[in-house]
């Protein structure tokens, strides 16, 4: 079973930094978890992913958005979400998406797909699998993190 932990962190090299949410899964970022995968596969613009920046996505309820429950339009009618955005800090430039499962005990990231690069596959990448408590848990700090940043 994996561990994931949402990093909130400085964004940007501004006065005033914007911020970042970074998952990670067992101590690695997403990010270079498929950033490694697109690489190995032989993609082109490999890795060029950040966290989500909090401050320039309108995501609605950060814990609702993380349980696949999202409020947007645009991502509930694709039935994904992005876990990652773009390295300039745009989730719609450069997103990597997920659809997020949720049972009685579990939570799954599966389906992964970059929405600009539709013939890339990913199919061996994920899926990931979580308690559902711990990933509660980890939602809900990083929550409390987003809210007095």
Known sequence: MRKVRFDVRPWGDGPVPACELLPHIDNVSLVDLVSGFEH???YDAPGAYAGIVLDHFNFGDL???LMGRTESAYWAKRGVIA???C??????C????ASVLIDDDLVTWR???QPHRPDRDYGSFGPFTF??????RAVREAAALTFSS
Request: proline share 4%; charged share 20%; net charge negative.
């Open 94 to 97: 450069w997103p990597l998406e």
């Open 63 to 65: 814990t609702a958005y």
């Open 111 to 113: 389906g992964f797909v």
């Open 131 to 136: 308690r559902r408590n711990q990933y509660e």
């Open 83 to 85: 876990l990652l955005g």
């Open 87 to 92: 390295d300039c800090g745009e989730v719609g």
């Open 40 to 42: 190995a596969s032989g």
